[in-house]
């Protein structure tokens, strides 16, 4: 679920003093959370989804929008919320925000008697104001900004494909639909439109394509951002190919409304004008307006970017790749551009599409300099520090992202975003390509001058990849070098950054897992927070861990959960009763007592994530922790439904292609796959003596051990995608299940393959984007560890050692004040996929133990 990150609460506030006196003099309660003023009606009964009103604002109409609507609302039975202040409403309305969001200056839930009439008297008090066309919703007249669209009232989630949560709604007859916005009005297949009585159009139908400008029939959309959309069509007047960019009046503005995303669109077609005589530039074919928003349609120069073409192909390090052609190709295209007065400031792979014969065109110049015009804008990551501090722009800035965008080429990883402390890459890069070790081009020396802090430093690089001399060697930055002597210290940094996650969930502050569906759980809630805690042992540490137990059962009074292990009450169960024998805390016990008791049978998953094979893993620890054996039949239920269909010989029916990485993700892989499946019923058998799960555990595992050379093979590959290594999707999570059937079994086929996994997965880190343990490199380092700790070699330990750099690489601020990002390159504090799971992994790179959570304690209790 994809979150709307909204930071800035500067700006003129919107609630006055007299405006909040006049609310709660109408029985009203106010309350400021997050970038919201939330206006409450006390015992109002309101249904958990229905039609909403969104009343659209600008930064500088905010003000006086909610002071016009604030009579009526507070004499109508409704709860409503409204932007805090008017910087909140910029970035609501900026090009950083996803599109179901842009313009909800006002949300309005109301029972379903006072809707119709409360949005028809908003629109009419509304009449003449200004605001940006909310794309999720149905506007309700052309002359005022009031929409609606039929949502949530209350937070519902389900679980999407890919096993993580999305908002829905329930229809008719009570089935789950997707009920986040997104960047196109949706009707409710099964009510009328409140305004008009009809019942909406047969769903499912293609709308076909939509002429523009009279000229130009577009099929479908490339991208919906909030600003806008990017379309690929065709020109009826010549018959070629076209792109159209639009832009959406009244979105990303200036905070005094001076300027807004229709003028960047101006400003490139001006830079484009400028630039018709460079080839490998697009050129402009028509810009014209419709209604209050603005296109430009440029020739259509291909539909491969750089992005894709290495995710697609690999990176650029293998025999056909050539680091040197594209480097040169696209500084000269810099150098042709700077030419002529332009500077491109947004050269990221994004914004470079390939030819066929892999010649370089450079797209998208809303934020480029010409002639004094600058605007303020940057890509993070890629973006000179300079850049995005808004000083002023120079040809330099260009030679950073150059060197930002061919270290992506060559390790396929994004550079770290560093836009909170505008801190410049101090060695990181040449640190990343060293890491690759032999596979690097001579051409990708020049990286790390490209990306120096000192712009004569970008100059004399820049100067010696056009000659083709040779550039200074590579050689990591020894402060991205993690030691034995110095891990205490990143440790000590992680663990302060996951105790202040555990304060801000405490403290229900913005951006902590509080304010997420199920704050309660293993993956990124209070369950895998606290968990890691527990186990530092010091007071402070404890303390907090005790505070997040009690917190926890109290939410869960609240709101019940999801069933599984990493999303839901299962991992939450495991959570508690772990809290409650380490700190002695009966209470704990009582509150595990009728947790986590979701009946088998009313579970469709069998995976480990959210399904059967989680949820009896979670069971079998619960009845070693409490002694419950209620908890022993859980598990045994949960194991009988996964062993009738025999996973095993699905798998060997039709046997997946170990290149074919969805497949390998949800028919192998431990989170969605048959991997997890078989460590449970090896835990069962192992803890239980439960022989039919272990027949099915063995013959999965055979059949997995059977397809390891193929996955490890297929790691290997240059087109090897950064997640075939990882724990959730890939070799970590089904080595690990190998390594430990191993160690049980006395089976040395199974340890070796493991081991080879393993070498594999250390191959591989390099080019892994992100430092978490469900998808990232503390995944990789535990597995490493595990086969340290089951073949008592030293190799994967030190192996381990060199992954724990690379985190450190992965991590924003400082070497000596890492910032440890998650997995959307923001600091974050989740288990899988944040701080507090990157800590698990060095903890025990530093201080030994075992792993938590895959209930390796069961491993060594076979009756």
């Known amino acids: 679920m994809r979150e709307t990150r909204v930071r800035e609460y500067a700006g003129t506030r919107t609630c006055t003093v007299g405006m909040r006196d006049r609310a709660v003099a109408a029985g009203r309660v106010v ?35 909610v002071d ?71 506007r309700l007249r052309p002359d005022s900004p009031v929409h609606y669209r039929y949502a949530p009232f209350a937070g519902a989630y389900g679980i999407d494909g890919n096993g993580d949560f999305q908002l829905v709604l329930h229809d008719g007859e009570g089935r789950e639909r997707p009920g986040a916005a997104d960047g196109r009005y949706q009707a409710p297949d099964w009510l009328p439109d409140p305004f008009t009585g009809r019942p909406p159009a047969p769903a499912g139908g293609d709308p076909g394509p939509v002429l523009l400008g009279g000229r130009f029939l577009v099929p479908g959309a490339i991208a919906h951002t909030a600003v806008g959309g990017v379309y690929r069509g065709t020109d009826r007047e010549s018959g070629t190919g076209v792109v159209v960019k639009e832009r959406r009046a009244y979105t990303g503005e200036e905070a005094d409304g001076s300027r807004d995303a229709r003028h ?255 704050p309660t759980n293993l993956y990124r809630g209070s369950a895998g927070v606290g968990m890691e805690l527990l186990r530092q042992g010091d007071p402070e540490s404890l303390g907090l861990a005790r505070a997040l137990a009690h917190w926890t059962t109290g939410f869960l009074a609240l709101r019940r959960q999801l069933p599984g292990l990493q999303d839901g009450e299962a991992g939450t169960a495991l959570f508690l009763a772990t809290a409650a024998r380490e700190l002695d805390e009966p209470v704990l016990f ?79 892989g431990f989170s969605h796959g048959v991997a997890g499946v078989a460590h449970f019923l090896l835990c069962l058998e192992a803890a239980a003596g439960d022989t039919d799960a272990g027949a099915e555990a063995a013959a999965c595992l055979d059949v997995l051990a059977g397809l390891v050379p193929g996955l490890v093979a297929a790691a290997a590959a240059p087109e090897a995608r950064p997640m075939v290594a990882s724990f959730c999707q890939g070799l970590t999570g089904i080595g690990g299940v190998l390594l430990r059937a191993g160690a049980v079994w006395d089976e040395p086929r199974y340890t070796e393959l493991a081991a080879t996994a393993a070498a594999r997965c250390r191959a591989h880190a390099p080019k892994m984007q992100v430092a978490c343990q469900c998808c990232g490199l503390a995944g990789v380092g535990e597995f490493l560890l595990d086969t340290a700790d089951l073949t008592g070699g030293s190799a994967p330990r030190d192996a381990a050692l060199d992954v724990a750099g690379l985190v450190l690489v992965r991590s924003a601020g400082t070497p000596e004040a890492p910032v440890l990002l998650d997995h959307t390159r923001e600091p974050g504090g989740g288990w899988a996929t944040g701080a507090s799971g990157v800590l698990s992994f060095l903890r025990r790179l530093d201080r030994g133990g075992p792993r938590d959570w895959l209930g390796d304690e069961l491993l060594d209790a076979r009756p």
């Not at 922790?625 to 598990?635: N, T």
């Open 264 to 518: 960047r669109l101006r400003g490139e077609a001006a830079v484009l004008r400028r630039l018709e005589d460079v080839a490998g530039v697009p050129r402009v074919v028509d810009h014209f307006r419709h209604g209050a928003d603005e296109f430009l349609v440029t020739t259509d120069v291909g539909p491969r970017d750089l992005r894709t073409d290495v995710a697609e192909n690999g990176t650029y390090t293998t025999a056909g790749r050539d680091l040197a052609r594209l480097g040169r190709d696209l500084l000269g295209l810099l150098d042709a551009v700077h030419g002529r007065g332009v500077l491109v400031r947004d050269l990221a792979p994004k914004n470079i599409v390939l030819a066929a014969d892999g010649t370089p065109f450079l797209v998208d110049f809303e934020i480029s300099h010409l002639e004094g015009d600058q605007v303020h804008g940057w890509t993070p990551g890629y973006s000179s520090p300079a850049q995005e501090l808004g000083e002023p722009a120079c040809a330099e800035d260009d030679l950073y992202s150059l060197g930002a965008t061919l270290l992506y080429a060559v390790t396929g990883i994004d550079p770290a975003a560093r836009s909170t402390a505008a801190v410049p890459d101090d060695g990181r890069a040449r640190t990343a390509l060293a890491a690759l070790e032999g596979g690097v081009p001579p051409c990708a020396r020049a990286v790390p001058g490209l990306m120096s802090p000192d712009p004569a430093e970008r100059r004399a690089a820049a100067d010696l990849l056009r000659s083709g001399a040779d550039h200074p060697p590579l050689r990591a930055d020894p402060r991205y070098t993690v030691t034995r002597a110095s891990l205490p210290s990143l440790v000590a940094n992680a663990l302060e950054q996951t105790r202040g996650v555990a304060r801000d969930l405490l403290a229900g502050r913005g951006g902590s897992p509080g304010g997420r569906p199920s």
């Open 590 to 668: 009582e509150a595990v007592r009728g947790l986590a008791r979701t009946a088998p049978e009313s579970v469709t998953g069998t995976d480990h994530s959210s399904g059967l094979a989680g949820i009896g893993l979670a069971q079998l620890q619960l009845w070693r922790l409490c002694g419950d054996d209620s908890r022993l039949a859980l598990a045994r239920s949960c194991a009988e439904r996964l062993v009738a269909p025999s996973p095993a010989e699905g798998l060997r029916s039709s046997p997946p292609d170990p290149r074919d990485h969805d497949e390998v993700t949800t028919r192998l």
């Open 68 to 138: 016009r609507v604030l009579p009526l609302l507070l004499r109508t039975p409704c709860r409503f919320k409204f932007a805090r202040t008017t910087e909140v409403m910029r970035e609501l309305n900026s090009h950083h925000n996803r599109p179901g969001a842009v313009g909800k200056g006002v949300t309005v839930y109301t029972r379903p008697d006072d809707f119709a009439d409360l949005a028809e008297k908003l629109a009419a008090e509304l009449v003449g104001m200004e605001g940006p066309n909310i794309p999720s919703d149905r």
């Open 31 to 65: 309350s400021d959370y997050g970038p919201w003023t939330d206006v409450a009606l006390p015992g109002l009964d309101l249904p958990p989804q229905g039609w909403k009103i969104h009343v659209s604002a600008r930064p500088v109409t905010l003000l006086a929008t």
